[in-house]
């Protein structure tokens, strides 16, 4: 028993040598800016944007829906989208600040997403949701 618990015990402190290793290739201009260089990373990343909606109360369950659907449907027509998810808020926490549905695109950099933003077929996107989303919350991030 000795012996794994050693084991346990020497995995931890390597863990935490490669997390600190890792964390600290990452300067603090980068950080603060939201980019971090390929100089800085340790491993390629990908370039995530994160979107939370607040749907409208008086939005119908066949609106929510088809906001749904038509956000599916940005990979087929954007091709710097790299990778979609989607889910609904099922945290028993209840901290979502009445946010109920997530998307999650992944892009190989910030320049996939910089093609993203004002592409034609996005922002007839968000001209379908007026009326429909009473807020809209988006966090980007680089991830390993």
């Known amino acids: ?25 990452m300067t603090p201009e980068a950080v603060q800016a939201g980019t971090l260089k390929a100089e800085t990373m340790t491993k390629p990343s990908v370039y995530r944007h994160f979107v ?10 066949e609106q929510v829906q088809s906001v749904c659907e038509a ?10 989208i790299k990778g979609y998810e989607t889910g609904i808020n099922i945290s ?9 549905h997530g998307f999650l695109l992944t892009f190989d ?9 004002p592409h034609p077929d996005h922002k ?3 001209a379908s949701l007026k009326g429909l989303i009473d807020d809209v919350l988006v966090f980007d991030y680089v991830s390993p």
């Open 1 to 25: 028993m000795k012996s794994l618990s050693s084991t346990v015990l020497i995995a931890g402190c390597a863990f935490t040598v490669l997390c600190t290793v890792y964390l600290s290739s």
């Open 52 to 61: 939370l909606f607040k749907f409208a109360e008086s939005a119908t369950a």
């Open 71 to 80: 956000f599916a449907k940005m990979p087929e027509k954007i091709d710097t």
């Open 92 to 100: 028993p926490e209840n901290k979502n600040k009445g946010f109920t």
């Open 109 to 117: 950099d910030q320049a996939g997403l910089e093609t993203y933003l």
């Open 124 to 126: 007839a996107f968000g």
